[in-house]
């Protein structure tokens, strides 16, 4: 085997661990770009799984969470038995999500303690290779005052 042989017999192992270490960096500074955008976003976001296992929650929906005294860890956990008080419409709007593929946009009010608030919920499926893999649930919310506050 001639210099030129080994040369790039070498080299090409190199060049190719170079490239994987490359794209390696490039997804963990996607993941955190991504993560940074939904830190940054005030509305809640929650990302649950098919089977409405918690994957992912923002800083906000964490605030909310821990307003009303409820849990220390929500990834990992089933949706439905953290908040059992949820209604079944809105168990209903996640059914939607999963039989249309369609987003789900609504607007509603909603009671926790003695706080009423005013909610606009849109429903979005997560798409990989054209199915619905995950649920992303973004809530605007604002505090319902009387008019004599306005």
Known sequence: MGQTQLTKKYTLPQEEENQRNF?????IQSRQIYHYGIDAIPD???IVDLSMRIVLVNPAFR???ARYGKHDELVGKLFSELYPELSDSF?????FVLDTGLTHICETTYSMKNDRYYMETRKI???RNKEIVQIRSEEHTSELQSPCNL
């Open 91 to 95: 168990f209903e709007k996640l059914d």
């Open 125 to 127: 499926p997560v798409m």
């Open 44 to 46: 809640m976001i929650l």
């Open 63 to 65: 605030e909310w969470d």
């Open 23 to 27: 794209t390696e960096l490039l997804m």
